[in-house]
Structure formats: structure tokens, C-alpha cells
């Protein structure tokens, strides 16, 4: 009887230790399925959407850099608006009768600048009291379709009108001077680099222009690609540009201090690359109406990634960031989206 008890004993003591190993080995494998997923989201950047008013079809964007808002034109309603991320909560100032605001930009005042091709007009809204404050082109200078605009160092705003000009605002004294763009319409995107050249891509003309800010004089410089629809454009921080070919399918880099060009196609059967956008980590990020994604191009590993958006013809048309954060205008579907980088 006593040999049955020990029996007894050793096998309670044996199933006791083999329990509390297993658990301690499942707890052991939780944390270990829990860091993995933690690295994961540490490094996979994270998606995420925004609804704006319907109808607005938001066409910009323009993060303020120090955080907080986004701003965004809704070209369709004719008023800017703007998204506070933390709430989701947008609101929208209507900037005149006929308007129909294409770009925004942060300018050095902090204020969002509108290129507005139905007014015809640059407008800037303060930032506080909201006041519109509309800057008219010459009566004489037609119907700009304008387009996008840039600051460059001086504090002069550039900009591009699609009929077939660029100009220039002196916010100090409200003058405008607007002049014809070499081969005609076209002029769309528009950059400054950092150490203050402005440059713009022709859509319609295929080229790339080099603005001479003190006379307003352009240099043309051609892509290698014949008619390959230069849409948008961004300066990286060494100077360099890189340019959205719509209608090649491609991302192309000219770098002014080699005079050099190189050019990657998009991945996938039908890409079309629209936005452009370089972060400040020098990685450059596209939209991608083909792929209906933003894609990322890291230029030391000359490699693409992509990240799919998750609903059909969103129609991304314009790119900006601020540090981790990736920020698009989902045209097609009304909604503003964030790709956190980290």
C-alpha cells in the first residue's frame, strides 16, 4: 500500500513539473510572437485614412512642419480646408465665388498660400483669424490654369499656370509678373532647392525648366525619355531633382552639379506616377495611379517599395510630409491619408 502511495505521489510531483514547464514554454513563445509583432509594427510603416467633406475631391496637401494641422485645397467646393489629425475633425473656409484652388504651401510666414485657377488669383489665409487675403494676376495675363507654387529664398513666391506660364509674387508689395513658359502650356510642379534655385516640370512639354530667379529667364533641360510627361518635381537636400514621369511610367533624377541624368521605371504592368515627394531622409515617395499605392524609392538601393491604398481610384495628386509622416490627397474618394514612418 505504501509503494502504491509513492507511486501515486511521484506521478503528481512529475505532472506538476511538466505542467509548469509547458506554460512557462507557452508564455515564453507568447512573448516571443508579441515582440516579433512589436518589431514589426516598429518598422512597417503604418496607413492610415481621413475623410474630408464629400465633394471636396481634395487635389493638396500641406502638413504644418511643426505639427498639428493638415491643410488641403477642396478644388471641387472651392475652399481650403484643414484636418486636425488627433480628432479627425475638418473645417473649411470658402475663398471666393468661381474658386477653384489647385496647390497649397506653407509659406515662411506660416501661413498656406493658394495657387487658385478658378480665381485666377494667389491666395493666403491667416492662419489665426482666417482672413483671405486675394493677390489677382494682371488682367492681361489670360487664364493661367495655375497651378502649383514655391518659395524661394528671398521670400518670392513662384508659380506655374498650366495655359503655358510661370510667374512671380512679392508678398511685400502684392506685384505679380507673369511670363510665357518655352513650348507653350504645360508648366506644372514646382521646387526650390536648397540653395535656392527654383526649378518647374512641363506636363504638356516634357522638359524640365530652370527658372533664373533674378530675371525671371528659363533654361529648358530634356529628360532622356522623349515626351514623357514631367508632372511633379522635388529637390532632395544635396540639390538634386527628382521628377514624376506621367507618361513614361518612370521616376527620373537630374542632378544640376553633374548635368546628369538617370531614370527608374515604376514596378508593375501599368504604372503612372503622379506626386513626387522627397522626406528628410532623402527617400522619395510617388503616387501611383496604376498601382492605386504609394510607392517609395530608396536611392542608395535603387529599389521600390509599395504600399497599396486600400480603396479603388483613390487618385493621389499630391505629396508632402513632415518628419514621419507621409501625407496624400485621395482625390477620388475624398479623404486625406498618413503613411507614419515612424
Not at 512639354?205 to 522623349?226: F, K, R, W
Not at 544640376?256 to 522626406?279: C, F, H, I
Amino acid at each position: 500500500m505504501l509503494g502504491i502511495s509513492l507511486l501515486i505521489l511521484s506521478l503528481i510531483i512529475a505532472y506538476s513539473v511538466l505542467t509548469a514547464t509547458n506554460i512557462e514554454e507557452q508564455q515564453q513563445q507568447q512573448l516571443s510572437y508579441a515582440q516579433i509583432n512589436q518589431n514589426q509594427n516598429l518598422s512597417k510603416p503604418l496607413l492610415k485614412e481621413f475623410p474630408v467633406p464629400s465633394g471636396s475631391h481634395p487635389h493638396d496637401v500641406a502638413p504644418v512642419p511643426t505639427g498639428g494641422i493638415v491643410w488641403y485645397t477642396a478644388q471641387a467646393l472651392g475652399k481650403l480646408g484643414w484636418l486636425d489629425p488627433n480628432t479627425g475633425s475638418t473645417h473649411e473656409i470658402i475663398l471666393g465665388q468661381a474658386s477653384a484652388p489647385h496647390g497649397v504651401i506653407i509659406g515662411p510666414d506660416g501661413a498656406p498660400w493658394v495657387t487658385d485657377g478658378g480665381l485666377n488669383s494667389i491666395v493666403r489665409v491667416d492662419p489665426l483669424n482666417k482672413k483671405v487675403h486675394v493677390f489677382p494676376l494682371p488682367q492681361n495675363s489670360g487664364n493661367a490654369n495655375l497651378n502649383t507654387g514655391t518659395f524661394d529664398h528671398n521670400g518670392i513666391l513662384w508659380f506655374t499656370g498650366q495655359s503655358g506660364v510661370y510667374g512671380r509674387l512679392d508678398p511685400s508689395t502684392g506685384n505679380i509678373q507673369v511670363f510665357n513658359a518655352p513650348g507653350g502650356p504645360g508648366p506644372y510642379g514646382i521646387t526650390t532647392t536648397p540653395n535656392g534655385d527654383v526649378y518647374y516640370a512641363s506636363l504638356a512639354g516634357s522638359y524640365v525648366g530652370h527658372i533664373n530667379v533674378t530675371t525671371g529667364a528659363v533654361t529648358v533641360l530634356n529628360p532622356p525619355t522623349q515626351d514623357q510627361g514631367a508632372r511633379r518635381i522635388w529637390s532632395d537636400s544635396h540639390g538634386r531633382l527628382w521628377i514624376s514621369e506621367w507618361n513614361a511610367g518612370k521616376l527620373a533624377l537630374y542632378d544640376p552639379a553633374t548635368n546628369k541624368w538617370q531614370e527608374w521605371r515604376l514596378p508593375g504592368s501599368n504604372p503612372m506616377p503622379y506626386a513626387v515627394y522627397v522626406d528628410n531622409h532623402d527617400m522619395v515617395w510617388l503616387s501611383d495611379f496604376g498601382a492605386n499605392a504609394l510607392v517609395k524609392f530608396d536611392p542608395i538601393k535603387e529599389r521600390f517599395e509599395v504600399f497599396p491604398l486600400s480603396t479603388p481610384n483613390a487618385n493621389v495628386r499630391q505629396i508632402s510630409g513632415r518628419s514621419g509622416e507621409i501625407w496624400g490627397a485621395e482625390s477620388g474618394i475624398d479623404r486625406l491619408v498618413v503613411l507614419r514612418t515612424g
